[in-house]
Nanobody
Framework: QVQLVESGGGLLQTVGSLRLSCAAS?????????????MAWFRQAPVKEREFVAA????????YYAGSQKGRFTISRDNVKSTMYLQMNSLKPEDTAIYYC?????????????????WGQGTQVTVSS
């Protein structure tokens, strides 16, 4: 019912900036129920577990951040384009990972990957020192 496609990843040097996009599509996206969805960004580095980055409640764009990224990363959405963004500034080599967007109805934990049942394919971000 909802499909997610990420874009915007790439290779860059430390302290650079990058903006990721996650486009949502499908019949459910145009319906009223989607306003009660939470969309989120997660990331997974090699040999590490998938970790929460940021989330946004589609209804009013309320945001939630992992403590380590707050201040450097900004999550936002364009309601008309049904697209979520992650603006990443002052990037560090430790931010290197595959970044995934995810979506779920607005119940349950917003920070747990297991709560999300809709995932994009991921986009690689590599930050060199």
């Amino acid at each position: 019912q909802v499909q997610l496609v990420e874009s915007g990843g790439g290779l860059l040097q430390t302290v650079g900036s990058l903006r990721l996009s996650c486009a949502a599509s499908g019949r459910a996206v145009s319906g009223r129920a989607f306003s009660n969805y939470v969309m989120a960004w997660f990331r997974q580095a090699p040999v590490k577990e998938r970790e929460f980055v940021a989330a946004l409640w589609w209804r009013d764009a309320s945001t939630y951040y992992a403590g380590s990224q707050k201040g450097r990363f900004t999550i936002s959405r364009d309601n008309v384009k049904s697209t979520m963004y992650l603006q990443m500034n002052s990037l560090k080599p430790e931010d290197t990972a595959i970044y995934y967007c995810a979506a779920k109805p607005a119940y349950g934990s917003n920070r747990s990957a297991g709560s999300y049942d809709i995932w994009g394919q991921g986009t690689q971000v590599t930050v060199s020192s």
